[in-house]
């Protein structure tokens, strides 16, 4: 039987609960034309620019993982959506400067940004005081961009030891975001590889152009905005 391939076509014009369930069958799909279950893959829905009122569709449609790119403007809009969905988890998906790292740890579930032996000392030091742990990925800047955050790839072995060892911290996934305009593929396969030789288990790879890609090639987060929420505002 030929699965109907769903499409995101006009899909703007649909609202989040409908292109939510296209995003979620072409994931589910990828994962299995990639030999995976969909359950080994998370759906990280990026909230970033989006109100509470733009965000409560996604969280009564089940989702659970929200990711974000500020620490403030995070601080701003979750503490009252968590009163009503207190199992979310939040993904911090943008640069954290180390005087943030406090209201970081205390805010999110995850960190996908560690990318300087600063803020994993600042991480590590915050850890020594606080309960929570949020999970950790270092961002990995696959494409050498100068102005892109993210330790740069023949630098990642290190700094993984480095976070590891003297800083005592456990990494739990890899993250990047390719150059825009590039091939997603060499990017996506680097970072596995960078992942695979260092024995960490999950990747962040994908976003709303390119999560089928990442998930063919061992996504096990995708970060995924305009496709489920249309347009961020202000763009
Ligand atoms: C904005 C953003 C995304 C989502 O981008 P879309 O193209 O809207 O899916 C994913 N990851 C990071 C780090 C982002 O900043």
């Known amino acids: 039987m030929v699965e109907p391939v769903p499409s995101h076509e006009g899909s703007d014009a649909g609202s989040t609960p409908s292109r939510l369930a296209v995003v979620r069958a072409r994931m589910a799909r990828s994962a299995r034309d990639a030999g995976r279950t969909p359950e080994s893959v998370h759906l990280v829905c990026v909230s970033k620019g989006q ?4 965000i409560r569709p996604a969280l009564l449609a089940g989702e659970r993982i929200f990711g974000e790119n500020r620490v403030q403007e995070a601080q701003r809009k979750w503490p009252l ?5 207190s199992d979310v988890e939040l993904h911090l998906i943008g640069p954290l400067q180390t005087n943030k790292v406090r209201e ?3 805010l ?3 960190i996908e940004t560690l990318d300087r032996p600063r803020l994993a000392e600042a991480l590590a030091k915050e850890f020594q005081t606080s309960s929570r742990r949020p999970q950790l990925f270092i961002e990995v800047n696959t494409g050498r961009e100068p102005q892109k955050a993210g330790v740069l790839p023949e630098a990642a072995d290190d700094f993984i030891a480095f976070c590891r060892g003297p800083c ?3 990494i739990e996934g890899l993250m990047c975001i390719p150059p825009a305009g590039d091939q997603a593929s060499p990017h996506f396969a680097l970072l596995s ?3 695979a030789r ?3 288990r999950s990747l962040s790879m994908g976003m709303s152009a390119d999560y089928e890609l990442g998930i063919q090639l061992g996504a096990t987060h995708v970060r995924v905005g305009s496709a ?3 347009e961020r505002p202000g763009h």
């Open 108 to 110: 999110f579930d995850a």
């Open 51 to 54: 109100e509470p009122e733009a």
């Open 198 to 200: 260092n024995g960490i």
């Open 81 to 85: 959506l968590r009163e009503a969905f």
């Open 228 to 230: 489920i929420f249309g």
């Open 193 to 195: 590889t960078i992942a």
């Open 104 to 106: 970081a740890v205390a």
């Open 168 to 170: 005592g911290l456990e």
